[in-house]
């Protein structure tokens, strides 16, 4: 029989997870949202507790305790706050992409930092986006050369995810510019090498501080290989970090619905509350459903990854996971904001963040219309063309 549900050990871990969930991230939402990071407190308590390396195999320094844990973990956070996870050291996309991108001496490297509990300082970065598209071919702006041993970057890159705080990153550049998608490379950057040239405010996730960097003949300190086969590397990279962001959105979903609910049951209309008139009710009825469906989508994905089972399934499974998340987190953020009435718009009622935040977390990663396509091309035995599968400035600025 397949379960989901938590195992006895992981269930010890999301009790942690949840308490620190409520107590502490739940209260201070505005706090980090104002800001714009999370606090560094916090962060010392997350890297104390080891959570963003709970994915990571134990020979690089991590706890081993495979995808669906992370995932597990990310939904409890972002139930005291989605946008929290974001701001947080290791939470980003780097250490996946190391793991899947890096050998494993590179990912070693890159990824044994984080291992340290005092580490709270140490953060990384996910240079893919751009703003704009090239004008005349697929591909990114952004070009990689070839100078001696080394490699020279030139181009800027754009709505990188805590881009002051990151000491190194992984920046993904064109090598072959007639191979289009197909001919990328990631890099790996140290932070002094590269110029942040602005930042963005952002419809939510405030705390995530992103903004842009330029890079001006930086050289790299290390090329990502993809262990053979690049593209099919960041295709795998991105359909594993989309199954994380979706994790956060079902935690979203979640803390929506349960506020909501409760409005629901203590304001009152013509004598009762107004979760008692059928057309309340039935909303409410749907978005738990929608919450519940997302949740086990998203941990059947991990479950997947984590049993290797055949890629193509797996990546089947993330993309189903991934589109409904997103969708799921919209609908849950929009109805709570609207079952608030008047109230819901008001900056004193979190609802309202919750919306702002679950659009923004749309775009962190693939989007529900990327994973479609990724969904369409699996089931129709399509070639991945990453072009159309992967987050490109064509079809949408990602925030990572």
């Given amino acids: 029989m397949i379960s989901f549900d938590p195992t006895e050990d992981q269930q010890m871990i999301l009790e942690t997870v949840a308490e620190f969930a409520k107590t502490t991230l739940a209260p201070r939402a505005r706090e980090f949202e104002k800001a714009g990071a999370v606090a560094e407190d916090v962060c010392r308590s997350i890297q104390e507790m080891s959570l963003a390396m709970a994915a990571i195999p134990e020979d690089l320094g991590g706890q081993g305790l495979g995808l669906l844990s992370a995932v597990l973990i990310n939904e409890e956070l972002a139930y005291g706050d989605p946008a929290a996870p974001f701001g947080m050291p290791g939470f980003g996309g780097y250490l996946l992409a190391a793991l899947e991108l890096g050998t494993k001496e590179q990912a070693r490297e890159l990824i044994e930092p984080f291992a340290d509990p005092e580490a709270h300082e140490q953060f990384g970065g996910i240079a893919w986006s751009e703003k704009k598209a090239h004008p005349e071919r697929p591909g990114f702006q952004t070009t990689a050369k ?43 950057v140290n932070a002094d090498a590269v110029e942040v040239t602005g930042m963005h405010e952002t419809l939510g996730l405030d705390c995530a501080g992103f903004g842009d960097i330029k890079l001006a003949g930086a050289k790299a300190e290390a090329r990502l290989e993809g262990n053979g086969d690049f593209t099919n590397s960041v295709i795998r990279f991105w359909a594993k970090y989309g199954v994380l962001v979706a994790a956060r959105q079902v935690g979203l979903s979640r803390v929506a619905f349960d506020i909501a609910r409760e409005y629901c049951d203590i304001r009152k209309a013509f004598g009762k509350p107004i979760g008692h008139f059928q057309a309340v009710a039935f909303n409410l009825a749907d978005r738990h459903m929608d ?11 991990a479950w997947a990854w984590d049993q290797g089972k055949k890629e193509k399934r797996a990546l089947s499974y993330s993309a189903q996971a ?9 609908r849950c953020g929009n109805d709570s904001v609207q079952l608030h009435g008047g109230a819901g718009f008001m900056r004193d009622v979190i609802v309202e963040k919750l919306m702002r935040d679950a659009k923004q977390i749309g775009l962190a990663g693939p989007t529900a219309e990327q994973m479609d396509q990724l969904q369409a091309a699996v089931e129709l035995g399509a070639e991945l063309d990453p072009a159309l599968v992967l987050p490109t400035p064509e079809v949408q600025a990602i925030f990572t």
């Fill in 291 to 301: 919450a519940e469906a997302a949740r086990e989508l998203v941990r059947r994905a």
């Fill in 322 to 330: 991934v589109a409904q998340a997103h969708e799921v987190a919209m």
């Fill in 146 to 188: 070839k100078d001696g041993d080394s490699w020279v970057l030139d181009g800027e890159k754009a709505f990188i995810g805590n881009v002051k705080r990151a000491k190194t990153f992984i920046v993904f550049a064109q090598v072959d510019e007639a191979a289009g998608w197909s001919g990328l490379g990631a890099f790996v």
